[in-house]
């Protein structure tokens, strides 16, 4: 019922939040096709639990039915609770905290959904991954960023992963170096405490299952790293 997160078309999709854990895609999928034609729905699910995490995203096949079903859906009830309805693009500018990491070495067949997929363990993911590629060819320059929700799972990312094997390569894996500073990575002291007065910021926690857990990918062969400069984010 889900569609892959890079073909989204985030200008008519939906962020859903305040979901009772009897809510499903399903009956999200019916609600909201009372709005305009349904593309697809997407409720993010707890790697461990299997459990959705009180939120979801709606598509539609037009930006305007998006924008209707916001005015008209906001705020109704489901199961006793309130949902909240608004643009998935504003929702993720508004949880950017500056949990931004950079990802070096990376296999070149490596791509945005398995980066996803192997990260998302670790908390909420606010945009798809950003693998930089060749404009002429499309080709991955080996090298990529992840935006997520909160410091907690940016930290717990790092510390698993960095140095761990990727589909045969070990990925190294720091904060972003802002755009508007040279020098300056995310995850200062400052963005910390900005992130915890920000009242948009999810209690988001890593799984420790995962963050405590091997390598995510088989080792068949050591290739060496790339001598790579970690661009802004």
Known sequence: MSAPIAERNQDATTYVGNLDEKVNEALLWELFLQAGPVVNVHMPKDRITSLHQGYGFVEFMAEEDADYAIKVMNMIKLFGRPVRVNKASSHQKNLDVGANIFIGNLDLEIDEKLLYDTFSAFGVILQTPKIMRDPTTGNSK??????????????AAIEAMNGQYLCNRPIS???????????????????????AQNPMSQTDR??????????VAAVYGVFPPQAMVPQAL
């Open 206 to 215: 890593p799984h420790q299952l995962f963050a405590d857990a091997p390598p």
């Open 142 to 155: 080996g090298f990529a960023f992840i935006n997520f929700a909160s410091f907690e799972a940016s930290d």
């Open 173 to 195: 894996i720091s904060y972003a170096f802002k755009k508007d500073s040279k020098n300056e990575r995310h995850g200062s002291a400052a963005e910390r405490l900005l992130a």
